[in-house]
């Protein structure tokens, strides 16, 4: 299974960007996705997941301005970053996996892609 993320950048607090993790080989074993991010010097910390029951966990610094989705069923997983703060400021990486009907982020998933590098400036 491969993970390519995409849609990093630069953008002014109070903007949006979307990102887009393309999942690619033995897709059968994913049911469950996610997106974590680590800014310098801290650790990776979990962002959003989505379940293969359609439910999604958000962090509470992402609750009501992120949104995960996921489309073409594990193939492409999306998310959505409305209103960034430049505490956003980190590398995003798409994370995906065999897990649970009701996954919820308790725990990493097996795939990671490459990461993508998010810059909000205040």
């Known amino acids: 299974v491969q993970l390519q993320a995409s849609g990093g950048g630069l953008v002014q607090a109070g903007g949006s960007l979307r990102l887009s993790c393309e999942v690619s080989?033995?897709?059968?074993?994913?049911?469950?996705a996610g997106w974590y991010r680590q800014a310098p010097g801290k650790q990776r910390e979990l962002v959003a997941t989505i379940s293969t029951a359609g439910t999604t966990h958000y962090s509470d610094s992402a609750k009501g301005r992120f949104t995960i989705s996921r489309h073409n069923t594990w193939k492409n997983v999306d998310l959505q970053m409305n209103s960034l703060k430049p505490e956003d400021s980190a590398v995003y990486y798409c994370?995906?996996?065999?897990?649970?009907?009701?996954?919820?982020?308790?725990?990493?998933?097996?795939?990671w892609g490459q990461g993508a590098q998010v810059t909000v400036s205040s």
């Open positions: 080989g033995t897709l059968f074993s994913i049911n469950a």
């Open positions: 994370n995906a996996g065999p897990a649970e009907y009701y996954y919820s982020g308790t725990h990493p998933l097996n795939y």
